[in-house]
């Protein structure tokens, strides 16, 4: 943030009001509303040229342009400061319920035109305006009639505003009249009475005759040896001939002008001068209706002087709070915290007012001075910002002060200070013979003297320009007097003396200005809690002097010692790398941050994807079993064909043997699926090699490997999968029970374990002790085989048992496409414990 200075030292004494210790900062008795019509309470004169040097004149006319009424920006040009933190609050609270409107896109309808406060007063002594004087003194009805409808429906939304425009006249009858009895242009219309419109009818009509007449005349041969050319013209309101005036005795008439050389007459000729006259009359009686008119509307707007001015200055007042909204808009300003004076501010990414309305890139910054502290002492390098830092504070209190917002985040606290004193950057006055020591001594002794516990005093380069050592001295006791007297100060030094104050006093505080040691310049930055060397090396060979007279400077000031020079720039060399430090350690956690965030999501991954594996590999037991199943169904009919007790009863054990190992198997499958793995870093990608298939979560073995595929079998499925996706475990993986086996070795377990249903030769089916989709699925089996057969019946061996098997059988031949019909058997064949089935044919 590039440094404002200015050439002369200031001192700047807002006047003092409200300093009675009794009332504190409020209002006294009787004290009118806070930020209302009334006036505010301005500065004494001799602070004006303060406040010029300071930069207030730049704000005042930055908030004028905002302005769009006249009367608006003379309020703004007036601004002055409020008597009470009370005032203030309320002021400040005003201009946030215009920034809202103005959030909204919404903009209070103050339009007017021209400046009618003037014509008001005229009328009001009496005077009787012009027909555009009365127009705009219709815009200011209309304008006041407006504004109240438009805030009074937003009451609930704009209480504060509310507030001010109920004193404003909602009676537009006057704007009614003015306008319909004025035209636009500035005419008085012919409808503002019916007297005017039937005279101006009259008028007119007499022109037009008087026109007809006269282009008679001129068309006449006898008149036209008279005339000097064919035409007519007007002379004092009259039609007129141009005779020549050889010809004067010719032509009767009354003569009204003659050219220069004299030679032609302008007459009126006599057959015209009736019509003329009554012309001259018709128009008389027109004017003097119009200023009839004229002075009636005058008098109307005379009748509502006070209430029009009245409504002028609210409308002026509404037009200045709105320009404030804009303006606190464009500075991003914000409503601080109003607090004692005792309490210190905090300002939160403060900026310069003027820097940013000059449009400069600003740098914000943090300054804050809180209780024990009164005393903020600014250094480091020339250029870096420090006169900025604590004239930026100066403004800010003015901001305050005039119930304005002030350029910093919200959250931040400033008390409201009965006065701001500053001493800017002196030179020496000649017409004084005053060096710029003495100039600069003359303004911080009249700050010192009037200085008290609501002040705040502002310093510049505090007692430089003379001996370093008597000048941290004198420096000293100055801050001493000026903290005795209870008020805070903001200072900016060079002196190391000053510096070292912070550690040895609590009442001061230190802050620095960043300086970039790589870039050996600026950073206009602001740091609190620690004080900055000066670099002044640093800066001459930024600004290119000579490097051979820069390390001669430098060698110079190593020789001299200055052991505090020295610890500061330690200090701040040592910032400087636990700054470049921290910045890679905050990098670093982002990056470990970063990369926990994609562990997490891969692991995320990694589960959805075990969990899809598990119900693909379940997809694949299920399709294992379902062609075992199919595998069975021809043994069984195998065994149909050549039945025997013994081997129907092997064979229904050895399925149920089967049932049970794929069970064991998919268990197996699960668990593997769950349990740890033991990776084998490096291992080889070979035959027979264990490996886990990292996108299933199932372990696997190799059992060949092409390319960049491996066939790998997993329980009993076979797959292949990219290398990238197996990984290489210690050990060889256990085959998972009943897989790994040939289809005849599966087939010949199953026929050891598992009890089936048996076909007997007589077409006869013996389903004893099978479950009921057992039973159903094997009478499918035997029923098509039966039909393919051409046999006509059958007969189903259920037994009796509890009845379910035997009613589950019946309902579903019922529904079979097989069956023609069915029913018990015979006494001889099993009666009610077998079912006859007929077969269709």
Not at 44 to 60: A, I, K, Y
Not at 499 to 504: G, M, R, Y
Request: charged share 30%; proline share 5%.
């Amino acid at each position: 943030m590039p440094p404002v200075r200015s050439s002369h030292r200031l001192t700047i004494t807002l006047a003092r009001v409200m300093r009675s210790s009794s009332h504190g900062d409020e209002p006294p008795a009787g004290a009118l509303a806070p930020h209302t019509l009334a006036p505010r309470h301005d500065v004494n004169t001799s602070s004006q040229s303060s406040l010029t040097h300071l930069g207030w004149p730049e704000v005042v006319r930055a908030l004028a342009g905002e302005c769009r009424l006249p009367a608006g920006r003379r309020r703004a040009e007036a601004l002055s400061f409020l008597a009470s933190a009370a005032e203030v609050r309320e002021a400040l609270a005003q201009v946030e319920e215009a920034r809202q409107l103005g959030e909204a896109r919404l903009t209070l309808p103050l339009g007017m035109s021209g400046a009618p406060e003037e014509h008001v007063d005229r009328a009001g002594k009496g005077g009787v305006l012009e027909p555009a004087a009365l127009r705009e003194c219709a815009s200011l009805v209309r304008a006041a009639a407006r504004t109240r409808r438009f805030l009074e429906a937003r009451a609930a939304q704009s209480q504060r505003l509310w507030a001010i425009a109920q004193g404003l006249s909602g009676d537009e009858r006057l704007a009614d009249r003015v306008e319909r009895a004025i035209e636009p242009s500035g005419a008085v219309s012919d409808r503002a009475s019916p007297e005017l419109g039937a005279l101006r009818d009259r008028v007119r009509g007499l022109h037009r005759a008087l026109k007809q007449r006269v282009e008679e005349l001129l068309a006449d041969e006898g008149m036209q040896r008279h005339l000097r050319d064919r035409y007519f013209t007007i002379r004092d309101e009259r039609y007129v001939l141009p005779i020549l005036a050889s010809s004067r005795s010719q032509v009767p008439g009354i003569v009204h002008n003659a050219s220069q050389s004299g030679q032609t007459l302008f007459v009126e000729p006599e057959p015209m001068v009736d019509m003329g006259n009554e012309l001259t009359i018709a128009s008389a009686m027109a004017a003097e209706e119009e200023a009839r008119i004229l002075r009636e509307l005058s008098e109307g707007v005379s009748r509502r002087a006070a209430e029009l001015l009245a409504d002028l200055e609210v409308l002026g007042r509404l037009d200045l709070l709105e320009a404030e909204a804009r303006l606190a808009a464009e500075l991003d300003a914000h409503a601080p915290e109003v607090c004692a004076p005792d309490a210190g501010f905090e300002l939160l990414s403060l900026r310069h007012p003027l820097l940013v309305l000059q449009g400069k890139k600003v740098v914000a910054s943090h300054v804050r001075l809180e209780a024990p502290r009164r005393a903020l002492i600014v250094s480091g390098p020339n250029g870096g910002g420090k006169t900025v830092t604590i004239t930026a504070v100066g403004l800010s209190a003015c901001l305050l002060r005039a119930g304005l917002p002030i350029p910093a985040a919200q959250g931040s606290r400033l008390p409201f200070y009965a006065e701001v004193r500053a001493a800017i950057d002196e030179r020496g006055d000649l017409a004084r013979d005053l060096s710029t020591f003495t100039a600069h001594l003359t303004s911080v002794r009249d700050i010192a003297q009037g200085a008290g516990p609501r002040s705040l005093v502002l310093v510049d380069e505090i007692a430089a320009d003379t001996d370093p050592r008597e000048g941290a001295a004198l420096a000293t006791a100055i801050l001493e007097d000026l903290l005795e007297r209870r008020a805070q100060v903001l200072v900016t030094t060079h002196l190391d003396e000053l510096k070292a104050l912070a550690l040895t006093d609590e009442r001061f505080a230190n802050a620095r200005v960043g300086f970039d040691a790589e870039r050996l310049a600026p950073t206009y930055q602001l740091h609190l809690g620690s004080p900055g060397s000066s670099s002044a090396l640093e800066v001459a060979q930024r600004v290119g002097l000579a490097p051979s007279v820069v390390e001669r400077a430098r060698a110079a000031l190593t020789g001299q010692g200055g052991a505090l020079t020295q610890a500061l720039r330690a200090l701040e060399e040592e910032r400087a790398r636990l700054a470049a430090e921290r910045r890679g350690a905050e990098e670093a956690r982002a990056a470990a941050a970063a990369a926990e965030a994609r562990a997490r999501a891969s692991e995320e991954a990694a589960r959805r994807a075990e969990r899809e594996a598990a119900a693909r590999m379940g997809e694949a037991l299920a399709e294992e079993l379902e062609a075992a199943r199919g595998e069975v169904a021809r043994v069984l009919a195998e065994l149909q064909a050549a039945p025997t007790l013994r081997k129907a009863g092997e064979t229904q054990k050895q399925l149920d043997a089967w049932r049970a190992t794929v069970a064991q198997a998919s268990r197996a499958a699960d668990a593997q699926a769950r349990a740890g793995v033991e990776a084998e870093p490096g291992g080889e990608l070979r035959k027979g090699a264990r490996v886990r298939i990292v996108s299933l979560g199932q372990d696997a073995e190799v059992l060949e490997v092409s390319g960049d595929e491996a066939l790998v079998r997993a329980g009993a499925l076979k797959v292949r999968r990219p290398r990238a996706d197996l990984l290489p475990l210690k050990g060889k993986a256990p085959a998972a029970p009943g897989f790994g086996k040939s289809r005849a070795e599966k087939l010949d377990a199953a026929e050891e374990a598992r009890p089936a249903a048996v076909v007997l030769p007589d077409r006869r089916l013996d389903a004893r002790g099978l479950r009921v989709d057992e039973l159903l699925r094997e009478v499918d089996r035997f029923l098509d085989r039966l039909y393919a057969e051409g046999a006509p019946e059958a007969v189903i061996l259920h037994g009796h048992g509890t009845g379910a098997l035997k009613q589950a059988l019946r309902e579903h031949l019922g529904a079979s496409p097989y069956v023609a019909s069915f029913g018990p058997g015979e006494r001889h064949e099993g009666g009610d414990a077998v079912t006859a089935v007929k077969l269709r044919r």
